[in-house]
């Protein structure tokens, strides 16, 4: 085995493993290779594209880490029309009110096929009364993430939008002008697609630094002027304030955590991006101090209250998918116990474990949900387009007590009926329902029933609650669909199909 070993040491070192005389081609592509890899930054976005090799009928990506404040896709979709490549599908972590000028790249031809975790805005509006022809495909955070690493989504080219990057594609968005934090939802795009493109409006020198995106996923690198308004990423869905409403199911919320065996030292926790689910937040960190209870994590989409209690030692760490202001951003960059993750780490239901499935508490919100416990996040009273998956479905199969908070009564509108319009998360994963008027558990757990009823909370039957919401407000009229024509698929995370939205008249 020694003397076989020093044969071979030697091979290497005669470089007879690697004989260029024995390839007339082999210098010249040596060299050509050692050129690409020198420096990856082109001078437009049409070049990247030309040289990426995009055509018609491929699929793109973005990531939604900008949110409304997204200003890099208009400015790919507008170089690929100028290129005039059409029939491409859009597969984006999520598309907000900031994806509106989609409406003009389907009525084109350019795009055919939307696929993401939420369909917003007026392109919402546009697609419930049947702009697309093919059916927009919803999935979770943890359900894309899967898609993608499985084979079942194949991005053709991703288009990733980075603070910063070096010119080898080392990329991050903790630096630069346009700093937006988290890339959690653009990591598995990277990894995955044939070809990555990373756009950026800051250009740092070799290596960058941290790297949230390594160069060896990233084929080329375009400067642009600017890529986003980060002062957006908070806009609409995080709080600073709550009304009285919320406060009172945010009170609710606490009682039902306080009054299991997991809330003691180390236990793990992820809320919403609801004003109630961020309420509790608040008053839950009284109760820890009371009690002198810290956590071990708290995950996913970091806001402004998590940070200031990772500083004030109140949890030991955060794990951050999604940056929701720019405190998170600020506190993702300079705390070394505040941590990125990708999508993938964070709710991949086919991946050796995923962050979700250590919670001990997930609270969320919800636009309706029903009597057997199934939750709409999808579709608004009226039956089109309006939330988002998100990580809804992910946070509610890991955590061992999955809390949705809602107002019983939600302008005329009751939040509880008798069968959800859309089903995103099944009832059989949601353990208790938090509202203004009273808590409901779901009957399976008759352990949490147990603990509520020992601890002297009263805990009404969903119907009941139905029942008092209907009182006032009466019972929602049905909604006129053309069941003719769907216009949504709603995958659940693990890929199969859990309910379809059709076409409103």
């Known amino acids: 085995m020694r003397e ?39 001078n437009s976005l049409e070049e990247a594209i030309v040289k990426s090799g ?28 100028k290129l005039n490549i059409k029939n491409l599908t859009v597969l984006a972590s999520s598309f907000t ?25 007026e392109l919402g509006n546009a697609i419930s009364e049947g702009l697309l022809t093919k059916p927009v495909i919803i999935r979770s955070h943890g359900g894309r993430a ?37 890339l959690g939802y653009a990591i598995v795009d990277a990894q995955y697609a044939d070809k990555t493109i990373i756009i950026t409006d800051t250009l740092v020198s070799y290596p960058n630094n941290p790297i949230s995106i390594p160069q060896i996923y990233v084929d080329y690198v375009v400067k642009v002027e600017v890529i986003g308004d980060n002062k957006k990423i908070s806009s609409g869905e995080i709080h600073s304030k709550f009304n009285p409403k919320e406060i009172v199911i945010a009170e609710n919320i606490v009682k039902v955590i306080k009054n299991t065996p997991y809330f003691k030292n180390g236990f793990s926790f992820q809320t919403g991006t609801g004003g109630a689910s961020q309420a509790s937040l608040v008053i839950l960190s009284d109760e820890m101090r009371r009690k002198q209870i810290k956590a071990s994590v708290f995950l996913g989409g970091i806001i402004k209250l998590e940070v200031d209690l990772l500083k004030e030692g109140l949890v030991n760490t955060l794990l951050d998918v ?60 009226d039956g089109y387009l309006r939330g988002a998956s998100g990580g809804h479905s992910d946070v509610a199969y890991g955590s061992k007590i999955a809390i949705v908070a809602a ?11 008798d069968r959800v319009q859309t089903i995103v998360t099944p009832g059989n994963t949601i353990d208790v329902l938090v509202t203004d008027l009273g808590i409901a558990v779901n009957p399976i757990r008759t352990d949490l029933l147990m603990w509520l009823k020992s601890a002297g909370i009263v805990v009404k039957d969903i119907r009941e609650l139905r029942d008092l919401a209907y009182s006032i407000v009466g019972e929602p009229l049905p909604i006129d669909y053309d069941t003719n024509r769907v216009i949504a698929l709603i995958e659940y995370r693990d890929g199969t199909l859990i309910d379809t939205v059709y076409k409103v008249k």
């Open 4 to 42: 076989q070993f020093k044969k071979n040491e030697k091979k290497l070192d005669n470089n007879s493993f690697y004989d260029c005389k024995n390839n007339d081609n082999s210098v010249g592509s040596m060299t050509k290779i050692k050129n690409n890899l020198n420096n990856k930054v082109l």
């Open 54 to 81: 995009l055509k018609d009928g491929m699929t793109i990506s973005f990531h939604h880490a900008f949110r409304h404040g997204d200003k890099t896709f208009q400015q790919v979709m507008e170089a690929i029309k």
């Open 97 to 121: 009110k900031s994806h509106d000028c989609f409406i003009e790249y389907i009525k084109n031809g350019i795009v055919t096929s939307l696929e993401g975790s939420a369909i917003r805005g």
């Open 146 to 182: 899967r898609s993608i690493t499985t084979g079942q989504s194949f991005i053709n080219v991703a288009f990733l939008a980075a603070s910063s990057s070096d010119e080898m594609g080392n990329a991050n968005g903790v630096v630069g002008d346009s700093c937006v934090g988290s």
């Open 322 to 381: 999604q940056s929701f202001d720019l405190e998170a951003v600020n506190s993702l960059k300079n705390n070394p116990n505040h941590l990125e993750m990708s999508a993938s780490f964070y709710a991949n239901p086919f991946i050796k474990g995923c962050a979700v499935n250590k919670l001990d508490f997930g609270i969320l919100s919800v636009l309706e949900i029903d009597v057997n416990f199934n939750c709409n996040v999808i579709t608004g009273n």
């Open 407 to 417: 107002p019983l009564i939600r302008g005329r509108i009751s939040s509880i009926v």
